[in-house]
Nanobody, 121 residues
Framework: QVQLVESGGGLVQPGGSLRLSCAAS????????MGWYRQAPGKQRELVAA???????NYADSVKGRFTISRDNAKRMIYLEMNSLKPEDSAVYYC???????????????WGQGTQVTVSA
């Protein structure tokens, strides 16, 4: 199984920046695509950005040019650099990992507990 722990959320003014981190731990054969999702009150959880093991990235249109996802495979971590933040970016941000289990080599995914990002003056 994979355990994911996010950090770096908080309160920031519009136009400001935050950097989220997600650390993966546990026993697994490999970490595959990892990503950040967010969920605002009353809304569905949505993909913000994802990154493959090889570093190929994908972004939601709403964050392109403002957010950057990165990955350190050796440290088992991903990051989300968020710039030019807007009030509509306020949400709980969740880390997700698609992984291959050790032993069975079956594919599964895991979620972190989430970290709150609030963009407000």
């Amino acid at each position: 199984q994979v355990q994911l722990v996010e950090s770096g959320g908080g309160l920031v003014q519009p136009g400001g920046s935050l950097r989220l981190s997600c650390a993966a731990s546990g026993r697994f054969f490999s970490l595959n695509t990892m990503g950040w999702y967010r969920q605002a009150p009353g809304k569905q959880r949505e993909l913000v950005a994802a990154i493959t093991k090889g570093g190929i990235t994908n972004y939601a249109d709403s964050v392109k040019g403002r957010f950057t996802i990165s990955r350190d495979n050796a440290k088992r971590m991903i990051y989300l650099e968020m710039n030019s933040l807007k009030p509509e970016d306020s949400a709980v941000y969740y880390c997700n990992a698609d992984f291959t289990a050790s032993g069975s080599l079956s594919r599964s995914d895991s979620w972190g507990q989430g970290t709150q990002v609030t963009v407000s003056a």
